[in-house]
């Protein structure tokens, strides 16, 4: 199935590509519709289209100016342009910026039906010719390519003569020359442990890997990719590692087999500190084993909007002590994966289970009571009672028994860990719902919109919201239109028409198919039932 994401400030043209289509019957899926392109550029900013269908000439961003801001951040989205007879200058210039097709208006379903079926087998092609691993393979092969590589590997692990670094990269092609710097790793993982899939979703992310603004990547390993970010300023910066992070994640989870685990170190302002923001972002990833879709910034940990160094104190807690890495930066998820390494060092020597248990549990303590103590906790207020003898005897009782405390222990400390260290996202979250909650009626209440009202770049938002939420923006933004629409229904006797824009809707057609789409009836058969 390929989802497709329509714009047009004619409603009734959105109208008829909406409904004129059987879309599942035909292989695509309708994603979503705006009226025009600034909406639009934020909603599928999140939705990530296959394919956008796109009017030339619309108030505030017309067509040509939203494709060249897709093409940009998001090149794997496939455009197809509406122009009227008068406008085939404009249709010249969007040929240009690349699009798969255009269509003159009026059309009919058929036609656009074969303009969605053509670009289809682009896009079917496009795969193809970017998952063959032996090109991935060739291009790897190539002597500049290894001496990109090379350069840059060293350089992000501090190797790098750095008084010959800019003639080097210079003489390879590459402009490393900014303000800030921040290095991203993307580990991509097979669910299954398939290697084709794990080599195919790295080959995809190769092929796209140059057209990631303001960045340098390179494989480490054959499923690292490793970008250096720049920008001018630290809000560019942070702007631009995020979008990148959430592409590399949409590109590689093409293959559901695939999971990405994104990583992004400090922000440094010195090349010479490339390092410092690559070691940042590789403990990240060594302290996180399970398999799941995540994006973790150091500078979020190390950002504490009240000034106390709390999540200073959390990056501070190094001196090589492995367990206490872990506990900074692991997932729910990571639990089992700990725990099933400590059951490994014990089964080695089941003789002396109890011994080896006490020392395991004690040595987890020490690391759950040094990270409660650094971010402000007080462990003998928190939980006294994993610090008693009679605990840990009780504990290493039985197998069962200690496997149970070690849990139990484990999530003590990622509980006390995540209502500190997200108690700024707790902020933002609670800022944001409380503003859809006042405007989702506005029409013009987008990720945009909801991003600048909580102080943050719509991407860095966006990641945020998902990881928090477990939901996008834009599903959450549309089910609390609807559940509005419901109250509406219940409480009033309004027409459709009028509930639709009371609750941010622009178009009522478009109410009724999102409504359907979600409950499974039509608001006429809602109110009936109600």
Not at 512 to 518: D, L
Request: proline content about 2%; overall charge negative; some cysteine.
């Amino acid at each position: 199935m390929y989802s497709v994401f329509a714009v047009d400030d004619e409603p009734i043209v959105l109208e008829g590509i909406r409904s004129k289509i059987d879309w599942e019957g035909s292989g695509f899926t309708f994603a979503g519709e705006a009226t025009d392109g600034e909406i639009a550029l934020s909603m599928i900013h999140e939705i990530k289209p296959d394919i956008l269908i796109t009017d030339i000439k619309m108030p505030f961003m017309d067509g040509l100016q939203l494709a060249q801001a897709i093409k940009q951040t998001q090149p794997w989205i496939k455009i197809i342009i509406l122009s009227g007879h008068d406008e085939f200058d404009y249709a010249k210039k969007a040929i240009s910026i690349g699009i798969e097709d255009y269509l003159l208006k009026p059309f009919t379903p058929d036609e656009l039906l074969a303009s969605l079926n053509k670009t289809a087998v682009q896009i079917d092609k496009e795969r193809k010719q970017l998952s063959d691993i032996s090109r991935l393979r060739e291009e790897l092969k190539s002597n500049e390519a290894l001496l990109k590589k090379e350069f840059l590997n060293n350089l992000v692990h501090g190797s790098e003569e750095m008084s010959t670094v800019l003639q080097k990269s210079s003489e390879l092609g590459l402009n490393l020359i900014s303000r800030y710097y921040k290095v991203l790793i993307s580990r991509i993982e097979s669910r299954t442990n398939n290697t084709q899939n794990q080599q195919e979703a790295c080959s995809l992310l190769n092929s796209y890997s140059t057209a990631i603004n303001e960045a340098v990547s390179f494989f480490h390993h054959s499923n690292l990719l490793v970008c250096i970010f720049k920008g001018s300023t630290q809000e560019e910066l942070d702007d631009n590692t995020f979008r990148a992070a959430e592409t590399i994640n949409h590109i590689a989870t093409k293959n559901e087999d695939c999971t990405v685990l994104t990583a992004m170190g400090k922000t440094v302002e010195h090349l010479s500190q490339l390092n410092t923001s690559y070691e940042d972002a590789k403990k990240i990833l060594q302290a996180s084993n399970n398999n799941e879709n995540r994006i973790i910034s150091s500078d979020d940990l190390a950002d504490d909007d009240n000034g106390t160094g709390t999540a200073d104190a959390l990056l501070d807690l190094k001196e090589g002590d492995p367990l206490v890495d872990k506990l900074k930066y692991a997932a729910k998820g990571d639990i089992q994966s700990i725990i099933e390494e400590s059951m490994g060092l014990i089964k080695k020597n089941p003789d002396q289970f109890s011994v080896f248990a006490s020392y395991l549990l004690v040595d987890l303590i020490f690391a759950v009571s040094k990270l409660v103590e650094k971010l402000g906790g007080n462990i003998k207020e928190l939980n006294p009672e994993i610090l008693q003898r009679k605990f840990i005897d009780d504990a290493v009782s039985d197998e069962t028994r200690f496997v149970k405390t070690l849990e139990q222990v484990l999530n003590f400390a990622l509980e006390f860990r995540d209502s500190k260290m997200t108690g700024k996202y707790a902020d933002v979250i609670l800022k944001a719902k409380r503003y859809i909650e006042e405007n989702y009626a506005d029409q013009n209440t987008t990720l945009t919109t909801v991003a600048e009202a909580v102080a943050l770049s719509p991407n860095h938002f966006s990641t945020i919201f998902s990881q928090e939420c477990k939901t996008t923006f834009i599903e959450y933004l549309t089910n609390v239109r609807l559940e509005n629409a419901k109250r509406l229904m219940r409480e009033t006797d309004m027409k459709g028409y009028d509930i639709a824009y009371e609750c941010g809707f622009s178009d009522p057609h478009y109410f009724s198919y999102i409504f359907k789409k979600n409950t499974g009836l039509s608001p006429r058969e809602y109110k009936l039932g109600l």
